[in-house]
């Protein structure tokens, strides 16, 4: 069971370089989201998307694109990192609509740094 | 932001003692989920509550919902030193927020 699939893991990044965050689910869920994870701020949604397809803005969209173009995967692109950006960065997908109460699968975790 | 806000932020207690945590929020919501976080891991799901309950069971997890002061409780009874870890209520609107977590240290 692979579940969630994140890479990669550790990375860093010069400001103003851009870079691709890979997220994959073998689960066919519908729902895949990305967080940030801030010390005291908890996780911060940045993009989700509810279908192949479909996208849209969470809470800190600014900075960052995403695409779904098949149900199993859903890249976060950075498109030119700023110092600001640095975070351990979630993926998560559930079945349907975080909504409807199905729980959320997180994957491990990406830790960028931008210096 | 519509992030919840769990309190404490930490918590230290012995084994054997109970932990109780809180989480409001400030919108309607359809459920509450309560998520653990391992240090230097994803989180994983440990109860939901549906807006139309008001207290939950789990094993040794308690947890209660209170719409009207849009508050919830995580009681984690007899805890062990396994249960050292951060604690996140997430609700939803139109999408899941999470709130900022209780760091929970529980020694033996």
């Known amino acids: 069971n692979a579940g969630v699939t994140q890479t990669p893991k550790f990375q860093v990044l010069k400001t103003g370089q851009s870079m691709t965050l890979q997220c994959a689910q073998d689960?066919?869920?519908?729902?895949m989201s990305w967080y940030r994870q801030d010390p005291g701020m908890g996780l911060r949604l940045i993009h989700y998307?509810?279908?192949?397809?479909?996208?849209d803005q969470g809470e800190v969209p600014n900075g960052y694109n995403v695409s779904r173009s098949t149900t199993e995967d859903f890249p976060l692109r950075l498109l030119s990192a700023a110092p600001s950006q640095t975070s351990v960065y979630f993926c998560?997908?559930?079945?349907?609509?975080?909504?409807?109460?199905?729980?959320?699968?997180f994957g491990e975790g990406s830790w960028l740094t931008v210096v | 932001s519509q992030q919840g806000e769990e309190d404490p932020q930490a918590l230290s207690i012995q084994e054997g003692e109970n932990a109780t945590m809180n989480c409001s929020y400030k919108?309607?919501?359809?459920?509450l989920q309560w998520y653990r976080q391992n240090s230097g891991r994803g989180l994983v799901h440990l109860i939901l509550?549906?807006?139309?309950?008001r207290e939950k069971h789990s094993g040794r997890l308690r947890v209660t919902l209170d719409t009207s002061k849009k508050s919830s409780s995580l009681l984690i009874t007899a805890s062990r030193a396994a249960d050292t870890a951060s604690y996140f209520c997430?609700?939803?609107?139109?999408?899941?927020?999470f709130g900022a977590g209780t760091r929970l240290t529980v020694k033996p």
């Open positions: 998560a997908s559930s079945y349907a609509l975080h909504s409807s109460g199905n729980t959320i699968y």
């Open positions: 689960m066919n869920h519908e729902y």
């Open positions: 998307s509810v279908g192949a397809g479909i996208t």
């Open positions: 919108t309607s919501i359809n459920n």
């Open positions: 509550i549906r807006s139309n309950e």
């Open positions: 997430a609700y939803n609107n139109n999408d899941m927020r």
